[in-house]
């Protein structure tokens, strides 16, 4: 394949549900000559109790689903998919596999001043302490105190943004590490920046709220330049995006629609079971 046809091939990105659609956004945003191919996991979500093993096997077999649909790069849009399979997947695919983890620890350690950095997520993301450790390997002295919030993906999933039993569910989780003096709270999935303001309003002023996707990102975009397979945008007017789900297409699109910068005009059904 000429270089040309290389550069304009999509990234993949992928995600237990809606929450990759922040990682996706933020691409979009800051690589907007690149294609997007798109696969939320909509008829396994949640990803956040599930086992490592069951973990690793979505994963794999979403990556196969994406490399059939010839991306250049991955972008595992999923805080629990990275923590848990990509290291797994990584040495098995021939394709260059980006996670959140690792950018969303870079910019924790950057941002906290006091050296405490708080870490919400799901309860496996949690478990395998993947942020503790990539913390402390960048700056051993961050002291990380991780919560699980497993009601959050589901309120988001649903729809209940604004309903007042989110409220509650922050106050129910938050209300501890408020105690806990960091000044820096990373929303270790990617549902949770569709709850960011109220995040924000309930632990206050003080606690730099921080969202990986921006650094996920620049990571890629680094990638990209490194292995000069950025899209120059010479063979295209304008980015396309494709979105595919593994179940309920129509309640993603309408849920795309409302947080995506664009129009999402069709959302389609894979059989993911048969990668
Ligand atoms: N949005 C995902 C994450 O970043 C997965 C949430 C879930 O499916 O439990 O962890």
Redesign the pocket.
Known sequence: MDIESKKAEPIGVF???V??LTVACEIARQLPKENIVYFGDTAR?????KSKDTIIRFSEQIIRFLAKKHVKAIVI??????ALALETVRDQFDIPILG?VIPGARAAVAATKNLKVGVI??E??VRSKMYTKNIQKMNPKVEVIEKAC?LF?PLVEEGFREHHITDEAIHYYLESMKDTRIDAMIL????YPLLRTKIQQYVGENIQIVNPAYETAMELKELLTCQGIANTGKEQSCSKYEFYVSDAAEKFRDFANSVMPFDVPKTNIVNIEEY
């Open positions: 995600d237990s549900g929450g990759g979500v949640p990803y956040g109790s849009a999923c805080n629990t998919a990275s959140v997520g799901t496996a993301t497993p993906v270790g999935c990617t549902h």
